[in-house]
């Protein structure tokens, strides 16, 4: 069955605009958490959705921010870019929250 | 919240050694995974080992959960293992993410 889709898997924005990620879980998974990869800080929770609520929000700023439809997929969201936003932004889906997490490729966000 | 440490942070071996990584948490978990991180940025799963022992082809994986730590062998290395290697973990308690460890960067020289 196929993974977890991410797009896009480039994306060069400029300082000040705003960014929308998108993430299809596997089918039949309801879970979906977004996190931030930069060299610096290594691997940081974003957000988790489960069945169209946030469960749980990590320590970032109001500008980021997300969102589950009711096919499960989501999508996050920066506001008003920062050159710091440039990161890898991972995806993962599971069956539920505290199951097994599946993660797609990722979208490499660079801000200039 | 929970903290994991990998040891060690970088791990340079010739092709057929083996090796152990090591993921030490703060407190009990009830999710523990392994990932490869792949040249393009992938995490590629491993193992779903919240206790126990499994193994699945020259990788293997332990988790004694009583004393917090698990451990990752890979057997008869080849070039294509080289990459991060992250634990990453769910707490028991507390805010429900997975939290991941710094991670070990093993490059395996031909």
């Known amino acids: 069955k196929a993974g977890v889709t991410q797009t896009p898997r480039y994306l060069i924005k400029t300082r000040g605009q705003q960014v929308t990620l998108s993430c299809s879980p596997i089918?039949?998974?309801?879970?979906v958490s977004w996190y931030q990869q930069t060299p610096g800080q290594g691997l940081q929770f974003l957000f988790e959705?489960?069945?169209?609520?946030?469960?749980n929000k990590g320590n970032f700023p109001g500008r980021f921010s997300g969102r589950q439809f009711s096919n499960s997929r989501s999508e996050m969201n920066v506001s008003t870019l920062e050159l710091g936003d440039s990161a890898l932004y991972l995806c993962?889906?599971?069956?539920?929250?505290?199951?097994?997490?599946?993660f797609g490729q990722g979208t490499r966000l660079t801000v200039v | 919240g929970i903290q994991v440490e990998q040891s060690p942070p970088d791990l340079i071996l010739q092709e057929g050694a083996n090796s152990t990584l090591r993921c030490n948490f703060s407190?009990?978990?009830?999710?523990l995974q392994w990932f490869h991180q792949n040249p393009w940025g992938q995490l590629i799963n491993l193992f779903y080992?919240?206790?126990g022992t499994k193994q699945n082809g020259r990788l293997s994986a332990t988790t004694v959960a009583t004393e917090r730590y698990s451990l990752l062998y890979i057997s008869s290395s080849q070039t294509t293992d080289s990459g991060v290697y992250f634990c990453?973990?769910?707490?028991?308690?507390?805010?429900?993410?997975?939290?991941f460890g710094t991670g070990t960067r093993l490059t395996i020289i031909p």
């Open positions: 993962a889906s599971s069956l539920y929250p505290d199951t097994e997490a599946f």
């Open positions: 089918s039949g998974h309801r879970s």
């Open positions: 959705y489960f069945s169209e609520t946030q469960r």
């Open positions: 407190d009990s978990v009830n999710n």
């Open positions: 080992i919240p206790s």
């Open positions: 990453a973990v769910i707490s028991n308690f507390g805010n429900e993410k997975l939290t």
